[in-house]
């Protein structure tokens, strides 16, 4: 277990995001400590997955700050970059062909010299990871013969081990049924605490998210409130997340009910 040590490991300050001149969300303000776990919720098209591509430097942003513990996103080299961030995307993954141990290995590419070989610690990195995503069984299997919940274990892993103060996640429960669900949003919350790794992610889960993370931010298109889970149902910020008429927040029980 890594010594918790608190410090702001990711800050957003007035941040715009969005494609050339179409902004999608703006006024986007928080700010993350190491051994974290967040989640990004918010309805359907408000911004997620574009807001956690600009933070992973996957995509530029419109205007505002990030800064990684306390060195704006833009100050760092892809490589420094690299071993500061991992990000998990949606896309789907071009080398299913290799192996589950190859691809996790890919993890440790900013790290492994001119040829790629793999050092000790980065054997000991891919072995960890493994082990701790429970992929040890599967190693050797083929990323095209695994079901869509082991593939989602295996992209983890693989971020797991590049080593980074902080990961990014799109919609890693996608897919799943609900006890898998459950079971990955549980190993992001032990790997965020016991290695005090900063861990953000996309998710439609809001009971799950209410129940299982440190804090939320929710994209409303507004103000955007971000908190611990406790502190947004009590300022009502999910009551008008849905038309009220289909889908309403039951504060007491931190649940939506449907209106019938
Ligand atoms: N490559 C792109 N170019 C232009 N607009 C885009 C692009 N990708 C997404 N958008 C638009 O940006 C907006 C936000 O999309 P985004 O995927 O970030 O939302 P989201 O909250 O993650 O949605 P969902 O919950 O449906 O996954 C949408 O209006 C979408 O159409």
């Known amino acids: 277990m890594v010594p918790k040590t608190t410090y702001t490991a990711l800050e957003v300050t007035d941040l715009s995001i969005g494609y050339a001149s179409n902004e999608i969300a703006n006024a ?17 098209g408000i911004g997620k997955s574009t807001l956690l591509r600009t933070i992973g430097n996957v995509q530029p ?12 996103l833009e100050a760092l080299h892809s ?9 998990v995307l949606t896309e789907p993954i071009a080398s299913k062909n290799m192996t589950v141990v190859e691809l996790v290995a890919l993890g440790r590419q900013p790290y492994t ?13 891919i072995t960890d ?6 992929l040890r069984h ?15 274990r295996v992209l983890i892993a693989r971020a797991l081990a590049q080593d980074t103060t902080i990961m990014l996640l ?3 429960t996608t897919h799943l049924d609900l006890y898998h669900k459950v079971q990955i949003l549980k190993l992001l919350k032990s790997i965020a605490h016991e290695t005090n790794k900063t861990i953000l992610f996309t998710s ?9 993370c440190d804090t939320m931010l929710l994209l409303d298109g507004a103000n955007n409130p971000f908190g611990q889970p406790c502190e947004l149902i009590g300022s009502g910020a999910f009551d008008k997340l849905f038309p009220s008429d289909t889908v309403s927040f039951d504060a007491t029980s931190g649940s939506f009910r449907i209106e019938k």
């Open 79 to 87: 490589k420094a970059l690299a071993s500061k961030i991992s990000v």
């Open 170 to 172: 799109d919609e890693p």
């Open 129 to 134: 990871s493994l082990n701790r995503l429970e």
């Open 138 to 152: 599967l190693k050797n299997k083929k990323c095209y013969e695994l079901s869509d919940g082991q593939l989602q």
């Open 61 to 72: 942003k419109l205007s505002g700050n990030i800064d990684l513990e306390g060195t704006p």
């Open 28 to 44: 986007i303000n928080f700010s993350l400590s190491a051994g974290e776990l967040t989640a990004i919720v918010g309805v359907n």
């Open 204 to 212: 439609h889960e809001i009971e799950m998210c209410i129940q299982l």
């Open 113 to 125: 010299n001119w040829i790629g070989s793999l050092s000790p610690k980065d054997k000991a990195k």
